[in-house]
């Protein structure tokens, strides 16, 4: 039974319906000539049906809740390195660079890895760009866990510490970031990635990974900063607040630690 022919079984029996997106691609090896061929004949046989829908107002409910729904369905069922790394970029990670995609999603396969970003180039799911990056070392456990409520530590100690694992230089990276193309086919709100906090995300996407290795079904919400919103955390997962701190004066770190007022946080 192949990929496509799978795909008709399970929307019969458990899904309700299924978006046209990046995660119905991955089935198709992104190819995106055959499955609007696939899909045509699905239609024209009575197969299935295709309807347009507003990602913003959908009248069966919550539009969004049901592209995550349906990538979560189809995650389930099949997916590879590659499909996860596309699911992650467009919900997780806000950047990523080519030796940590050849790590943590092509197994140091740079063959498979240079084919797969170069067709997700072209179809209009990703972006690579070369940026000049601080690299984040020594970050295999955080600097500090606390448990929500317990007593907070010194806020100079912890920035201190926190500025010693950022290397003293800049070097030029290529960085793989996903389109809002691809963010809004998982159900998921465009994201402004700036150039200026381009070391951040991607020290944030190696915490990402640390957990991931952890528990490979790990998931985290990113926190976009708001004007007036006070000291937000990087990540929510679950009851844990996430924070990766840059080289911040002993006054920032104590506005990040208060969080531990409301939930469990984890400093790096």
């Given at each position: 039974m192949?990929?496509?022919?799978?795909?008709?079984?399970?929307?019969?029996?458990?899904?309700?319906?299924?978006?046209?997106?990046?995660?119905?691609?991955?089935?198709f090896?992104g190819?995106?000539?055959?499955m609007?061929r696939f899909?045509?004949?699905?239609?024209a046989?009575g197969?299935?049906?295709?309807?347009?829908?507003?990602?913003?107002?959908?009248?069966?409910?919550?539009?969004?809740?049901?592209?995550?729904?349906?990538?979560?369905?189809?995650?389930?069922?099949?997916?590879?390195?590659?499909?996860?790394?596309?699911?992650?970029?467009?919900?997780?990670?806000?950047?990523?660079?080519?030796?940590q995609?050849?790590?943590?999603?092509?197994?140091?396969?740079?063959?498979?890895?240079?084919?797969?970003?170069?067709?997700?180039?072209?179809?209009?799911?990703?972006?690579?760009t070369?940026?000049?990056?601080?690299?984040?070392?020594?970050?295999?456990?955080?600097?500090?866990?606390?448990a929500?409520?317990?007593?907070?530590?010194?806020?100079?100690?912890i920035?201190?510490?926190?500025?010693?694992?950022?290397?003293?230089?800049?070097?030029?990276?290529?960085?793989?970031?996903?389109?809002?193309?691809?963010v809004?086919?998982?159900?998921?709100?465009?994201?402004i990635?700036?150039?200026?906090?381009?070391?951040?995300?991607?020290?944030?996407?190696?915490?990402?990974c640390?957990?991931?290795?952890?528990?490979?079904?790990?998931?985290?919400?990113?926190v976009?900063?708001?004007?007036?919103?006070?000291?937000?955390?990087?990540?929510?997962?679950?009851?844990?607040?996430?924070?990766?701190?840059?080289?911040?004066?002993?006054?920032q770190?104590?506005?990040?630690l208060?969080?531990?007022?409301?939930?469990?946080?984890?400093?790096?």
């Amino acid at each position: 039974m192949s990929h496509q022919d799978r795909l008709f079984s399970r929307v019969a029996r458990f899904l309700p319906a299924l978006i046209a997106s990046g995660a119905l691609l991955q089935h198709f090896g992104g190819d995106l000539e055959a499955m609007p061929r696939f899909l045509g004949r699905g239609k024209a046989d009575g197969s299935i049906t295709l309807t347009s829908a507003s990602a913003r107002n959908h009248d069966s409910g919550d539009f969004r809740a049901i592209c995550r729904q349906a990538v979560r369905d189809l995650g389930a069922w099949h997916m590879t390195p590659q499909d996860r790394l596309f699911k992650d970029l467009a919900s997780f990670l806000p950047a990523l660079t080519m030796p940590q995609a050849l790590k943590e999603y092509f197994d140091g396969n740079r063959e498979a890895m240079t084919r797969f970003l170069r067709a997700a180039k072209a179809n209009g799911s990703i972006v690579i760009t070369t940026d000049f990056v601080r690299h984040h070392e020594n970050s295999a456990l955080p600097i500090l866990r606390i448990a929500r409520g317990e007593p907070l530590p010194s806020a100079s100690k912890i920035a201190y510490a926190a500025a010693k694992r950022w290397c003293d230089f800049v070097e030029p990276v290529m960085v793989i970031r996903a389109t809002g193309r691809l963010v809004a086919s998982y159900g998921g709100e465009p994201r402004i990635s700036l150039s200026a906090q381009v070391s951040h995300d991607i020290g944030l996407s190696q915490v990402f990974c640390h957990h991931r290795h952890l528990d490979r079904d790990f998931e985290w919400q990113l926190v976009s900063s708001k004007p007036g919103a006070g000291a937000l955390a990087d990540a929510i997962a679950g009851d844990l607040a996430i924070e990766l701190l840059g080289r911040y004066g002993s006054s920032q770190v104590a506005a990040k630690l208060q969080l531990a007022a409301s939930a469990n946080l984890e400093l790096w």
